[in-house]
């Protein structure tokens, strides 16, 4: 037995409840570098944002408490993405909820996230090594080779099909161990999911 007045005040009551989630974003999308979502909608919660030379953080944010500590999952060469992980965990104690998420950011990792001037577009969005394309189906190239002189990246479904060709490479559970395609350095890939 609801009305329209009372329709009309839940879309509000909704609307101003995530009104700190859409500033949370409005924040991160005007004053960092957001590589993915390239148009992002109202309601997309993740942000794949810049860090340096092909290197990248995507965090997912939960609408209902956008000041807490999101899902985040680094993206590059792992000499690079290393570091970023152990300051993250190391750190993860300092999160204040009453500062914002970038500045949480910020601190947690102790890095400046860098402007669009800074860097340019190609030194993330480097095409797999394998197929030669950027997105395959909706992936992006998201396993990148650990040697620092190589660095190449490449889709997940591309390295399986490349290693699991390979009469050399072998797999122990959920990794396979291989050779990287362009500089023949050991490269590993865990499966997270097999969509493939």
Not at 3 to 12: E, G, K, P, S, W
Not at 52 to 72: A, F, K, W
Not at 76 to 97: E, I, R, T
Request: charged letters at 25%.
């Amino acid at each position: 037995q609801t009305n329209i007045q009372d329709i009309y005040n839940q879309v509000l009551s909704t609307l101003e409840s995530l009104k700190g989630f859409w500033d949370t974003l409005d924040e991160i999308d005007t004053k960092t570098w957001v590589l993915e979502p390239e148009k992002p909608t109202r309601s997309a919660t993740m942000r794949r944002i810049a860090i340096g030379n092909n290197v990248s953080i995507t965090i997912d944010l939960d609408p209902r408490h956008p000041n807490m500590l999101p899902e985040c999952y680094f993206l590059g060469a792992d000499h690079v993405v290393q570091p970023l992980k152990d300051k993250l965990n190391s750190n993860v104690h300092l999160w204040d909820p009453d500062v914002g998420l970038l500045q949480n950011l910020k601190d947690i990792l102790e890095i400046d996230f860098p402007s669009k001037s800074d860097l340019k577009k190609s030194d993330f969005t480097m095409d797999c090594g394998i197929c030669y394309a950027y997105r395959l189906d909706s992936a992006i190239p998201d396993q990148v080779c650990d040697d620092p002189h190589c660095a190449q990246p490449f889709h997940q479904a591309c390295l399986y099909e490349w290693l699991n060709g390979l009469p050399s490479s072998r797999q122990s559970f959920n990794i396979i161990y291989g050779e990287c395609p362009y500089c023949t350095k050991p490269i590993t890939l865990k499966l997270l999911n097999k969509p493939f």
